[in-house]
């Protein structure tokens, strides 16, 4: 039933900025401290990589099912739970492609998450509307709400339908800026840390300028610390570099910061786990995504893994085209 969907640009250019409407920032994770099979359903704008990542998931060795009819998930739930080991984790994605998507599936979701020794997880992806358009002109594909009319008139339509879809995951994923390879890796991760059951922390650094994170839980703006980007010789590096964090951690102001930085989180991110979240996306901003904020993330990477029941990743979102 695999049928190819326009996905993330496969080059390592051609990154886009800018942010989609709507933002929406108080999502849920309602599934995630549920043990049980895994069952990922995947969902989200057309265009958004929902093929690279059902891939990505089929390599991983799930049962993968794309463009399942929306009344046959409960099905395909209990003959995963029926199978006796041979099924051990199920993959799907469903989405406007299907006629009863929109009307059926949140009752449908919400029987999978009552059924007995099922772990449903619903993952929503989405882009921004310049790289949705971009990619369905690079496809040349039609966009499925819009047949006869511009992909813009179908981007805007089915976002506007899907809210409230959206409102219902458990991670939102924006692709705007995800390369084929990154999307596939991100999938890799989130498969293996959900069968770890640890809270997996994303350390996302970010430039302002390029705007904050639709998918961010916790945002810390570093703009108050020290700029390097007026020292000459440290402007084309980035705070990966040594001669960076040498630069920012001889001014007191930022020992201080950072090591107060640190201390709350490690104060606020066991009341996460205890909450049961899978997920965790700790956003760290500077101007331009280059210096600060990520000196500022790779010292949480090294400072995070201490708390317990954590497992803490790295994603410099703008270190390239800062």
Do not use: W
Not at 7 to 16: A, P, W
Not at 64 to 76: G, H, R, S
């Amino acid at each position: 039933m695999t049928r190819a969907v326009a996905g993330v640009k496969g080059g390592s250019g051609g990154r886009s900025a800018g942010s989609h409407e709507p933002k929406n920032q108080g999502r849920k994770r309602r599934s995630g401290g549920k043990l049980g099979h895994p069952f990922i359903v995947l969902t989200g704008l057309s265009g958004s990589g929902k093929s690279q990542a059902i891939r990505a998931l089929e390599d991983l060795g799930y049962f993968c099912v794309d463009n399942l009819p929306t009344t046959l998930i409960p099905t395909l739930a209990k003959l995963s739970l029926r199978a006796g080991g041979d099924i051990e984790k199920v993959a799907i994605v469903v989405d406007v492609r299907e006629g009863n998507f929109l009307s059926s599936f949140p009752n449908i979701f919400r029987r999978l998450q009552k059924m007995p020794r099922l772990n449903p997880v619903l993952i929503f992806l989405e882009a921004d509307n310049a790289a949705l358009v971009r990619r369905f002109s690079e496809t040349r594909r039609p966009h499925p709400l819009a047949p006869d009319r511009s992909v813009s008139e179908g981007i805007r339509d089915e976002r506007a339908r899907l809210n409230a879809i959206r409102a219902m995951a458990d991670e939102i994923v924006d692709t705007s800026d995800m390369t084929v390879h990154e999307l596939r890796h991100f999938f890799t991760a989130l498969s293996r840390d959900r069968s770890r059951a640890q809270l997996v922390i994303t350390v996302l650094s970010f430039g302002y300028k390029h705007g904050v994170p639709v998918d961010a839980d916790l945002v810390f703006d570093v703009r108050c610390l020290p700029n390097p980007h007026f020292v000459t010789a440290l402007r084309r590096r980035t705070g990966r570099d040594r001669a960076v964090a040498t630069f920012m951690e001889r001014e007191p102001s930022t020992r201080e910061f950072m090591d107060r930085l640190e201390d709350y989180l490690r104060y606020v991110i066991p009341y996460y786990v205890a909450e049961g979240k899978s997920y965790l996306t700790i956003a760290i901003g500077c101007t331009g995504g280059r210096h600060r904020s990520v000196m500022i993330a790779e010292r949480l990477r090294r400072a995070l893994p201490e708390v317990g029941g954590v497992r803490v990743r790295v994603r410099h979102r703008d270190i390239a085209h800062a």
